[in-house]
Nanobody, 119 residues
């Protein structure tokens, strides 16, 4: 079965940094756009960033532009989210997602990892 496993979350002070990782298995990783989402308590899940299969196209939510960087290492089947200058409002559960290739197919989600930004 397709699997996504996230790691790297934790507690960090405002202004600090974290690097999230998402490692994939059981599919051809380089064929897929990968996305990062986040969901804070009481709020809807929102798209943070995405990166296409070979890294040719990248985009970010306005709220994280200039602070977060998404990258991927297809040889390691891993996508990363480097988060710098973290703010309390970045606190959320962060999810990795494999985007569908066709509308009738399903997106695949990781289990999520908690990021807490607090002094």
């Amino acid at each position: 079965q397709v699997q996504l496993v996230e790691s790297g979350g934790g507690l960090v002070q405002p202004g600090g940094s974290l690097r999230l990782s998402c490692t994939a298995s059981r599919f051809t990783f380089s064929s897929y756009t990968m996305s990062w989402y986040r969901q804070a308590p009481g709020k809807e899940r929102e798209l943070v960033a995405f990166i296409t299969g070979t890294g040719g196209s990248i985009n970010y939510a306005d709220s994280v532009k200039g602070r977060f960087t998404v990258s991927r290492d297809n040889a390691k089947n891993t996508v990363y989210l480097q988060m710098n200058s973290l703010k309390p409002e970045d606190t959320a559960v962060y999810y990795c997602k494999r985007d569908r290739l066709r509308p009738w197919l399903d997106d695949v989600w990781g289990q999520g990892t908690q990021v807490t930004v607090s002094s």
